[in-house]
């Protein structure tokens, strides 16, 4: 099993770069996968069409990564979303074509794909939203990493702002023991998502 407190982010492309261990992909693909799927939605598609475009996208990254070369100064979130979307232009041509051969009107669709006014707004799209999903994914795979009144104790003063001693009252703790909480938290979710917010 991969252990995931040895696994950062840039261990875990470096993982997948190398043919990547099925562990591997699987912490990969519960990180990722609802990013992925939340990118698909902004384009518009119904559930099943942006639940294929995402298949087609780790399709795609698991086919690409033994080549893929992580640089800090590249931005590992616009390489994901530029893969998502040329499979979105992909399939909007082809149903653009089948439109064609068929007599529907696809052209339009067809159109929409290329502008490039909409794409470059689709991959500068707000950066605080991507960081925020893509936190929040995190947190919940590192929650079970730490104890129940770890974990309570991080949350109440570290994301909620709450006093520490009030914390530490209420869970029968110190309150070195709520500021420790909260800094082995954060310790461990900076180094999850250590390459990949950058």
Known sequence: MLDSRLCTSVTLLQLLRQGGRPEAWTRFVKLYAPLLLFWARKLELQDSDAADLVQDVLTAVVTRMPSFEYDREQSFRRWLRTILLNRWRDRQRRRAAVGMLTGASGILTAARSDQPDEVAEFLDADEAEYRQRLVSRAMQLIEPEFQPATWR??????????????????????????????????????????????
């Open 153 to 198: 104790a991080f949350w109440e003063h570290g994301a909620h702002g709450r006093p520490a001693d009030d914390v530490a009252r209420e869970l029968g703790v110190t309150v070195g023991a709520v500021y420790a909480a909260k800094f082995r938290v954060l310790a461990r979710l900076r180094q999850e998502l250590q390459g990949f917010v950058e």
